[in-house]
């Protein structure tokens, strides 16, 4: 593979697929670990236990910083929103697949506002609100503390009867967490993925991505970047792959 030289747009790419690869890598462990208890190979809760729930927390807050981050680098670069549309329809596509797919296997606690579904939303409302600069950091942290207080608006204003249905509990100013596989709502999340793009459109107006890449030019990172690039690919592919080695697996023992 032919070097490509610091500075350019290739390299500043690279070091974000570097890092949601990584995000993929842990994804991978993660859901292999959650197959693994499934099929009765391990004993842990899933559920409840801060083991998992914290690094759960972890790699989608990743995601998501990577995906704001990503928009910034997008809008900079002049990305049109034709572009936008096509990669937009790749990921609600594989979101109504996700929840086909998991309705088969947990039709009692099916996927049906999971990370997919979380990020085509929240990918609407970044892209409509790139312009909005220094405020993305203040709208970030609103959105994180609704959704924290969210409880507490609850009891005092008994409002659970509306937003924990499943028309509302999208949004994420719920109670109580609903039973489901996986659950992203807009909020807390979108307020990552707008401190992503801050984070991005801050790092860009001062030139340290230029920085960022030289100083980790030496790094082994194309791995990891490759991984990254086919991220979506990845996360449709990988739990099918796993779950039918670990059948065979329960087959055959």
């Given at each position: 593979m032919p070097r490509i030289r610091s500075g350019t747009s290739t390299d500043r790419q690279l070091l974000l697929d570097a890092l949601r690869g990584f995000a993929v890598v842990w994804m991978t462990v993660f859901h292999f670990s959650f197959d693994l208890n499934h099929f009765g190979f391990i004993h842990q809760d899933f559920y409840r236990?801060?083991?998992?729930?914290?690094?759960r927390t972890c790699i989608l807050g990743l995601f998501l910083v990577c995906a704001g981050f990503g928009q910034?680098?997008?809008?900079?670069?002049?990305?049109?929103?034709?572009?936008?549309?096509?990669?937009?329809?790749?990921?609600?596509?594989?979101?109504v697949a996700v929840s086909v797919g998991s309705a088969f296997m947990f039709p009692n606690s099916w996927i049906y506002f999971g990370v997919l579904h979380g990020m085509a939303v929240m990918l609407?409302?970044?892209?409509?609100?790139?312009?909005?600069?220094?405020?993305?950091?203040?709208?970030g942290l609103c959105a994180i503390s609704l959704a924290f207080f969210a409880p507490n608006l609850h009891a005092v204003l008994?409002?659970?009867?509306?937003?924990?249905?499943?028309?509302?509990?999208?949004?994420?100013?719920i109670s109580h967490k609903p039973i489901t596989e996986d659950y992203v709502p807009v909020l807390p999340w979108l307020g990552v993925m707008w401190w992503g793009m801050a984070a991005?459109?801050?790092?860009l107006a001062r030139g340290w991505m230029d920085r960022l890449t030289q100083a980790t030019a030496s790094m082994p990172l194309r791995?990891?970047?490759?991984?990254?690039?086919?991220?979506?690919?990845?996360?449709?592919?990988?739990?099918?792959?796993l779950i039918g080695l670990l059948s065979l697996a329960v087959t055959l023992r």
């Open positions: 236990s801060s083991v998992w729930t914290v690094q910034a680098m997008a809008v900079h670069a002049g990305q049109t929103w034709a572009r936008f549309w096509r990669r937009w329809l790749q990921i609600a596509g594989c979101a609407l409302v970044c892209r409509a609100t790139a312009s909005w600069g220094a405020w993305l950091w203040l709208s008994s409002l659970s009867g509306v937003w924990d249905g499943i028309g509302l509990n999208w949004i994420g100013l991005g459109q801050s790092v791995h990891l970047a490759w991984v990254g690039r086919w991220s979506l690919t990845w996360y449709m592919v990988h739990q099918p792959m």
